[in-house]
């Protein structure tokens, strides 16, 4: 990926198995949201190929690539300010609407059928994420912590098969690390879906990824088990001798 | 259920207010109709730039298509309509309904050529375009002499050896004629009527789960699209029913008035429209309403000063801007958030 001469993210070949739990780190400005923003879309590649399920998404438009199943969570939090807890997870259901537009004006039984089901649905989410209470609130009203989760909860009321998530415990304090890893490990688990982690905190990365990849000026530097990665000079070298200096 | 209750009661409410206002002051009534009018006009603009945040400045010209299609069809086509569904009260209304609609779906055929290709696009190409496509068919109706051109259009004279035309041509002034003024099918009813209607459509469609999706297109465009809203479709749906709901503001108005002019839709009508939902709020139905109520009946109240009103809109809305960015009603009436039965 080069944005003018730029080059950002270069000959990087990465895959993400079923059920998995991979992690992306890297320094600041290695190239890791540019890859995110590379396999929903928002960015068309200069060069190379993005496959997901066998299906070549490269030319697809974000809302094209989450209908395949790729829901992702924005590094600087875009919850929807103006709308409720609640109605920022329904947005999710849009796509998979049936009752069109004109049912949506007339509200006849087939459209009151669907919002039931969504309804319930939503009712889930925030009871399994322990939302429920806050259901009614703006989004935006809620602490930075409780954000994360309605970003992630909203990303997985798409039904995705894989969800990427852009520093999901950025500013949280030790407690909420620790609860969002075990939400983490719960959604893996309960959801069976893949899940590819962009994270600086080592702990976080360590604690829950099965199998990482290190990305430095856009090149995929090392790649596999956390304790490998852990003693990897070229990783300590890039990555964790700086932060840890 | 109980918004199809409320709509019905007042749509009977309407029909019988409608036998009232016949007898009230023609001056009053007149500033009535345009209240409906206005009101019509600035919640169908409210759908695209208060609840989808797009900003479209044209609105007077999807108006302008609407009503003088409407008139001139009702016009031109005037032995036919009368000849198919006769002169009686159900005919009319027969009638009417059709080129209603016939304004309406012209307008909507028109945003869609305007709307698809300026909401592909990423950025703010809709203000410029909607601008300039205004401006545009106002041109084109100035220059079109079967509605009248620059002169206005009245109504179709049909001659009896079978031309058709809104003035009387110089050579035919000895051909006998037949003079189709526009038929003042235009009530308190029909206005409000719409007004019922266009109110009921978009409080249904913002609380449901589809119209959410507008909602989320305004509030962040990135994040709805990544979560599978098709942002483009959403903007394309709220320009296109904006612009069929101006189409049957602008047939209500010509079959009221009857008698449309070019200038009726020139640039200030557009702005007029944008400071109604700019001063109502964006995106709160009830304060535009309120809005669409004032800046009708402000203007008359102002008369003497009437040349004065693009500086006092401008003032109003530089005012607005800076003591109460969120418009007059933007947080005492906040939208409803949607009931949900758990
Ligand atoms: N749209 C763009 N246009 C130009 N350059 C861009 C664009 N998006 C990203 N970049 C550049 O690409 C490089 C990688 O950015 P990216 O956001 O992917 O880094 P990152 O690994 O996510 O970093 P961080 O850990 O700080 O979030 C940076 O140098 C950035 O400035
Ligand atoms: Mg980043």
């Excluded at chain 1, 989760?149 to 969800?163: C, D, G, H, N, Q």
């Excluded at chain 2, 109502?280 to 004065?308: D, F, H, K, N, Q």
């Amino acid at each position: 990926m080069r944005f003018g001469g730029l080059t950002c993210v270069d000959k990087l070949n990465a895959y993400v198995g079923e059920n998995e739990l991979v992690g992306m780190i890297g320094p600041n400005g290695a190239g890791k949201t540019t890859v995110f923003n590379i396999v929903t879309g928002v960015y068309d590649p200069t060069e190379g190929d993005v496959k997901f399920l066998g299906t070549s998404v490269v030319s697809f438009k974000p809302y094209q690539v989450a209908g395949l199943g790729i829901s992702r969570t924005f590094q600087n939090i875009r919850l929807f300010p103006s709308l409720s807890v609640r109605d920022n997870i329904r947005v999710s259901f849009v796509k998979s609407i049936k009752a069109g537009f004109f049912d949506s004006i007339l509200q006849f039984g087939r459209f009151k059928k669907e919002e039931k089901e969504f309804d319930e649905k939503i009712n889930e989410l925030l009871e399994i994420f322990g939302l429920l209470d806050v259901a009614d609130e703006y989004a935006k009203s809620l602490p930075y912590g409780e954000q994360r989760k309605v970003e992630i909860v909203r990303a997985l009321a798409t039904s995705p098969k894989l969800l990427l998530l852009d520093e999901p415990a950025a500013g949280m304090n030790p407690t909420e690390k620790f609860e969002l890893m075990n939400l983490i490990k719960m959604v893996k688990e309960k959801f069976k879906i893949s899940i590819l982690l962009i994270e600086h905190d080592m702990k976080v990365v360590m604690g829950v990824c099965e199998r990482i990849f290190v990305l430095d000026y856009g090149e995929k530097i090392a790649e596999g088990l956390p304790e490998e990665i852990r003693k990897n000079p070229k990783v300590i070298e890039a990555y964790l001798g700086e932060t840890h200096a | 259920m109980n918004s199809k209750i409320l709509f019905l009661s007042s749509l009977i409410l309407i029909f019988f207010l409608n036998l009232f206002t016949e007898h009230i002051d023609p001056y009053y009534y007149t500033i009535l109709i345009y209240i409906g009018i206005n009101i019509i006009l600035a919640t169908s603009l409210n759908l695209i730039n208060g609840y989808t945040g797009q900003f479209s400045l044209g609105h007077a010209g999807f108006m302008a298509i609407g009503g003088y299609l409407s008139i001139a069809v009702s016009t031109y086509f005037a032995p036919f309509f009368m000849g198919t569904f006769g002169t009686e009260l159900f005919g009319q209304t027969i009638s009417f309904i059709i080129v209603l609609l016939l304004g309406g779906i012209a307008a909507a055929i028109a945003g869609i050529v305007v709307g698809v290709p300026s909401l592909r696009l990423k950025g703010d190409y809709l203000a410029i375009t909607t601008l300039g496509f205004a401006e545009i068919i106002r041109v084109i109706i100035q220059s079109l002499e079967v509605v009248g051109a620059s002169q206005g259009f009245r109504g179709a004279y049909i001659f009896d050896n079978g031309v058709k035309a809104a003035q009387i041509p110089v050579d035919m002034a000895n051909v006998p004629y037949v003079f189709y003024s526009v038929p003042k099918y235009t009530n308190f009813f029909w206005t409000f009527t719409f007004v019922a209607i266009i109110i009921y459509f978009i409080h249904n469609l913002i609380n449901s789960t589809y119209g959410r999706g507008f909602l989320a297109v305004k509030d962040d465009e990135v994040a709805a699209e990544s979560m599978g809203v098709n942002t483009t479709k959403f903007k394309v749906i709220a320009f296109v029913s904006g612009a069929f709901f101006a189409g049957i503001a602008g047939a209500l108005y010509g079959h009221f008035n009857l008698y449309l002019n070019p200038e009726d839709f020139n640039f200030l009508k557009s702005v007029e429209i944008v400071v109604m939902v700019i001063l109502g709020g964006m995106g709160s139905m009830v304060g535009v309403i309120i809005a669409a109520v004032i800046l009708t009946i402000l203007p008359e109240l102002l008369r003497s000063v009437s040349e004065y009103r693009m500086i006092i809109y401008s003032l109003l809305l530089i005012i607005m801007m800076l003591t109460r960015p969120q418009g007059l009603f933007g947080v005492s009436l906040r939208r409803k958030k949607l009931k949900v039965k758990s």
